[in-house]
């Protein structure tokens, strides 16, 4: 069974971290704060990327939260306040489909019913 679109839409939403236990950190507190259903740690990823002009390459770990799209800003909010980087990765990404009992999971743990 999958989501349809008369259900709350979930989102997948990406924020990198300097190291695990920041991620672990921003991740329970996330959690316990209710802005997400849970936070997946992903350790071992290295970034590249540009900052204040010069090329980077550092080892980060990956956070992949789970929480329903409306729910998305008071994640972002949560996650720039107590985020060490000035301009932390926070990305949502739609989750389209799914399945229907985990996707209600997710919605019950950030207070929205589905």
Known sequence: MSQSTA????????????????AAALARGA?????AACGNLVPGVRSIYRWQGEVHDDAEVLIVFKTARSRFEALR??????HPYETPEVIA???????????????ANVGVSR
């Open 31 to 35: 959690v316990s704060a209710g802005v």
């Open 7 to 22: 259900d709350e839409p979930v989102v997948a939403v990406l924020v990198t971290a300097p190291s695990e236990d920041v």
């Open 93 to 107: 990404l739609p989750v389209t489909d799914g399945h229907a009992p985990y996707l209600a999971w997710v919605a």
């Open 77 to 82: 909010r949560y996650v720039v306040d107590a």
